[in-house]
């Protein structure tokens, strides 16, 4: 269990970058119930959700996991497959997204 989960400054660097919390998840390879449960306390962020945040809101990954209440999960420099398979989630949720956009 997360120790506090800063839902509002998530919420304002998701406002300031334009996005929402949809897109957040799917950058993290997270469905909706997921990314709720962890903004209400309800769960945990993985080294690899954290790695992804960090990366879809420009800060450092020390930052989301302090805002997010974790004291350990921090990708370090050598997390190469979790930023793999952060970019992995972010290339199939564009890859969603295009292919909704051709549809429309």
Do not use: H, Y
Not at 13 to 28: F, H, Q, T, V
Not at 46 to 72: H, I, N
Request: aromatic share 6%; with cysteine; glycine share 8%.
């Amino acid at each position: 269990m997360a120790l506090f989960f800063d839902a509002e400054w998530f919420d304002a660097r998701l406002a300031e970058r334009g996005l929402s919390r949809a897109e957040m998840a799917a950058a993290a390879g997270l469905n909706a119930t997921d990314l709720a449960l962890a903004f209400k306390d309800q769960r945990e962020l993985s080294a690899g959700e954290v790695a992804a945040f960090a990366e879809l809101l420009g800060v450092e990954a020390a930052e989301v996991a302090a805002r997010a209440g974790l004291s350990t999960p921090v990708p370090g420099p050598g997390c190469v497959e979790a930023r793999i398979a952060a970019l992995e989630r972010r290339v199939a949720a564009l890859e969603a997204e295009v292919a909704r956009l051709r549809g429309a």
